[in-house]
């Protein structure tokens, strides 16, 4: 199930939501981080201005369904069309084909940057973040970690970088944000998909073990930050 080109352009908004169903590694991954920041968006957005920065399909932006305003953001066309689906009962959202950096957007309560850090330049997206937010703003980053072995053999078998160090993120915002909350999703390791089945619950209980630790020494493949304004 291809959802990009040669270029890692997204295609397929379909195929890309659907990419759990052929992978258990990926569904496995999917049920851990989705529901989590479905809950915390929910959480966060009631009556709230909120701008999702590269929305992709707008899964996450429908946990922000109580919001006053949703700004979604997405460069590609197939994505938003998918997107504009999700949210067709969502009066109060504006969808946006536009570069995250070429959107001219008012300040917002809550800004959402869910798989974006690794397709852009961070520190652009965080100069975007620092003029979109104010005092009290929240921020919700999240981003392949390089530290996890899934994310070091796709970053070398692709010749590109796809993760980052969480250490770098935490400093780029060190000065005018506090992080408030961090998490970690899936302790995996790679595996042949015809293998999966085995290693599956090996996952879990690595994940179930590590899990006290994550917080001080992340091996998860998904980095969770909350931030605030200062």
């Known amino acids: 199930m291809f959802y990009q080109n040669k270029n890692f352009e997204y295609t397929d908004a379909r195929a890309y939501d659907r990419r759990g169903e052929l992978s258990i590694l990926e569904n496995y991954v999917l049920k851990l981080w989705q529901p989590f920041l479905k809950n915390k968006i929910a959480g966060l957005s009631g009556g709230k201005v909120v701008a999702d920065l590269g929305c992709g399909t707008g899964e996450y932006a429908q946990g922000a369904k109580n919001a006053k305003k949703i700004y979604a953001v ?3 066309a197939p994505m938003l069309k998918l997107c504009r689906e999700k949210l067709k009962d969502f009066p109060q959202a504006e969808i946006i ?3 995250v950096f070429e959107a001219n957007l008012p300040q917002a309560d809550l800004i959402i940057t869910i798989g974006v850090w690794e397709y852009v330049n961070p520190k652009l997206l965080f100069k ?3 003029k979109m937010s104010q005092k009290g703003s929240k921020i919700i980053v999240v981003f392949p970690n390089i530290y996890n072995d899934l994310n070091l053999v796709r970053s070398v078998f692709k010749m590109k970088r796809v993760a980052l160090r969480p250490g770098f993120i935490k400093k780029l915002f060190k000065a005018d944000f ?7 999703f899936g302790m995996v390791s790679w595996v042949p998909k ?6 599956l619950p090996v996952w879990k209980f690595c994940d179930f ?3 006290p ?11 969770y930050y909350l931030f605030e304004r200062k």
């Open 97 to 99: 084909q536009l570069s």
């Open 194 to 199: 015809k293998l999966q089945f085995l290693a």
């Open 178 to 184: 506090r992080l408030i909350e961090s998490a970690n």
């Open 209 to 211: 073990i590590w899990r």
């Open 213 to 223: 630790f994550q917080k001080f020494l992340p091996l998860g493949i998904n980095i």
């Open 128 to 130: 975007t973040i620092e």
């Open 74 to 76: 997405d460069i590609s």
